[in-house]
């Protein structure tokens, strides 16, 4: 059932529309903004900044989905994650919300809290016994 949750909180993240003008994931934007400032522009500080955040993203991924034992760096990775969502998907720029953008926000939530409320069972079972 973990495998399961990973790959829909997974899917449902890479998914969260942006909420500018094309409402195209926010990620796919991102990720094809920055490859494509590398091989057409001369490298900026922008452009490593937004490399940065890519490779804490995978990062946070990685951790969040691989983490078994530390339960608090899970926790603080799912916030990470939250940042990100918004951070890409311009929320904070007074857009308004699409049905589209709440129902993935939500399905990536709380199937990300299912894992770590799964974690938590996990971890207590472990110690209790």
Do not use: R
Request: aromatic share 18%; charged share 15%.
């Amino acid at each position: 059932m973990k495998t399961i949750l990973a790959i829909i909180s997974v899917i449902s993240f890479l998914l969260i529309p942006g909420l500018h003008y094309d409402s195209i994931p926010g990620i796919f934007f991102y990720l094809i903004d920055v490859i494509s400032s590398l091989f057409m522009e001369s490298p900026k500080i922008e452009i490593i900044m937004q490399l940065a955040l890519i490779v804490c993203l995978i990062g946070a991924f990685i951790i969040f989905l691989s983490e078994k034992k530390n339960k608090y760096l899970k926790i603080f990775c799912f916030f990470t994650l939250l940042i990100f969502a918004v951070y890409f998907s311009h929320i904070w720029d007074g857009s308004k919300a699409t049905i589209w953008f709440v129902v993935d926000s939500l399905i990536f939530i709380i199937s990300s809290l299912l894992i770590i409320s799964n974690d938590f069972k996990e971890y207590h079972k472990e110690y209790v016994n």
